[in-house]
Structures are given as C-alpha cells and as structure tokens.
C-alpha cells in the first residue's frame, strides 16, 4: 500500500475532501476527519469506533496499531502502509467515514452562562 493509494481510497468515498491538519494531509466527510496519513506519508489513520479497532488488531496485528493515547483508545487506528492490503484499507476506510456521518452526542450545559 501507498500514500497514493491511501489517498485514492479516501477520496472514493462520498463527500470526501483533502485538507491538511497540524501540517500533514487529512480526509473529511461531514466536517469531520474520517483519516489522516502522517508527516512523511509512511503510515495513515483511520478513526474507527473501539469495536471495529479491536477487531483489526487482532486480525491485522502487522497492518493496522492504535494510535498512542486518548486517541487510540478512543479508536483511532494507524494504518502501516507497507503490511496494509488495498482490500482491507477499503473497508477500514469505508467504517472510518460512516463513523464520521454519526452524530455526536449533545453536550452537557455547563449552567446558565448569561449570568
């Protein structure tokens, strides 16, 4: 897998745009990042729910690690281009975008502020 074909795959995907973010280039959908791919372009991300990331990593330990952090535990998931298979990719992408179609939950009010 390639940065080319990481890029190709993330903008078959419908309303997909590139834009960058903290300098490196990423995906979005919905005004949303769906996936990223590093400085350098040797590895990707694609923010998958926790589920749909455990299930990767156990079935592509070499391809597919979480993201250091918060994040990772919050599913983000990073793609290493070179152990990644265009077959896969596609569908970890595809989950990564509807991920980015849901909605959020509503945050709590922190109070009356016009006081």
């Not at 990481?6 to 995907?13: E, Q």
Request: charged share 25%.
């Amino acid at each position: 897998m390639t940065a080319e074909q990481f890029r190709r795959i993330a903008l078959s995907m419908e309303g997909a745009i590139e834009g960058a973010h903290m300098g490196h280039p990423d995906f979005r959908a919905n005004g949303r990042i769906f996936a990223t791919l590093s400085p350098g372009e040797k590895d990707g991300m694609v923010k998958l729910s926790p589920e749909q990331q455990e299930e990767y990593l156990h079935a592509h330990p070499k391809a597919y690690v979480p993201v250091n952090g918060a994040w990772g535990r919050q599913g983000c998931t990073t793609v290493r281009l070179a152990a990644a298979t265009e077959a896969t990719l596609t569908v970890a992408m595809r989950l990564a975008w509807l991920e980015s179609g849901k909605k959020r939950p509503a945050k709590k009010s922190r109070g009356n502020r016009s006081l």
